[in-house]
Nanobody
Framework: QVQLVESGGGLVQAGGSLRLSCAAS????????MGWYRQAPGKQRELVAI???????NYADSVKGRFTISRDNAKNTVYLQMNSLKTEDTAVYYC???????????????WGQGTQVTVSS
């Protein structure tokens, strides 16, 4: 199986920065894409950023210009650099990976356990 472990969440003041990381481990043939989602209490989970094979990225409009997603393929790890944090960024952040387990089976989605990010005013 595949496991995603997030780290780097915490409590910061508005205007501060955090860097989240997510390491994938287990049976992995290849990782087609990795991304970050977030969910605040009472709200739907939303896409924050995604990076695919080849390095192309997409960002939610609300974080564009403030957040940067990157990856380390050798470590099967994705990062989310979060700058100029706002109180509205407060949420549980989840890592997602589209993983191909073997060369003959279609890829599957896996989720991390989530890490809390709290931005205070």
């Amino acid at each position: 199986q595949v496991q995603l472990v997030e780290s780097g969440g915490g409590l910061v003041q508005a205007g501060g920065s955090l860097r989240l990381s997510c390491a994938a481990s287990g049976t992995i043939f290849s990782i087609n894409a990795m991304g970050w989602y977030r969910q605040a209490p009472g709200k739907q989970r939303e896409l924050v950023a995604i990076i695919i094979s080849g390095g192309s990225t997409n960002y939610a409009d609300s974080v564009k210009g403030r957040f940067t997603i990157s990856r380390d393929n050798a470590k099967n790890t994705v990062y989310l650099q979060m700058n100029s944090l706002k109180t509205e960024d407060t949420a549980v952040y989840y890592c997602n990976a589209v993983v191909q387990i073997t060369s003959w089976v279609n890829s599957r989605n896996f989720w991390g356990q989530g890490t809390q990010v709290t931005v205070s005013s």
